[in-house]
């Protein structure tokens, strides 16, 4: 996926994990906002710590 997403948010229902957290990956490595929802509140701050991480 090559589109950009810069100055937009997403929100990524399940995000967690699979194609959630895939898409939340792609979103904000093209410059967008990913606001993840989901059950497992561990898991969302995980999903979180680990996306920050990979845009820095």
């Keep these: 996926m090559s589109e950009s997403f ?3 948010k997403v929100v990524v ?3 967690s994990n699979g194609i ?3 898409t939340a990956h792609q979103v904000v490595a ?3 906002t990913a606001v993840i929802t ?5 898991a969302i701050v ?3 710590g680990g996306i920050m991480a990979g845009r820095n």
């Design 46 to 48: 995980d999903v979180d």
């Design 30 to 32: 093209g410059g967008g």
């Design 13 to 15: 229902v399940d995000g």
């Design 38 to 42: 989901g059950r497992d509140q561990d």
């Design 20 to 22: 959630g957290l895939a």
């Design 6 to 8: 810069e100055g937009r």
